[in-house]
């Protein structure tokens, strides 16, 4: 398991190899330690459990199979995925719909 001052170092590798590379880092959310789904061997260790964190970044495709290069050299680093988040859509302001005054001031006849 990892102390606090390596969690916290690892981290900051991560975030600033993510702005190296052109991301902008809008969130970083710790999940917990857990234990993991099943054992994994990385780095010469057998790991039974491990400390999950979520980065929610933006940045251009071609950054991820740095990332994931970069982070599988990473000792501290078990397990690295990427999920390409949905982009939501933004609605355009339509603006100010003129009322037209006729109409009203028939309708109250």
Do not use: Q, W
């Not at 970044?57 to 990427?82: C, K, N, Q």
């Amino acid at each position: 398991s990892l102390l606090k001052p390596e969690t916290a170092a690892v981290l900051k590798r991560t975030v600033e190899a993510l702005m190296e590379r052109g991301a902008v880092v809008r969130n970083l959310e710790n999940l917990g330690e857990r234990s993991l789904p099943y054992k994994i061997s990385k780095h010469k260790e057998r790991h039974k459990r491990g400390g999950y964190f979520l980065v929610d970044f933006e940045g251009p495709p071609s950054i991820v199979s740095t990332m994931m290069d970069h982070l599988g050299r990473d000792i501290d680093v078990i397990r690295r995925a990427f999920l390409k988040h949905p982009v939501s859509k933004k609605e355009e302001c339509s603006g100010i719909i003129p009322v037209n005054y006729e109409d009203k001031l028939i309708a109250k006849k």
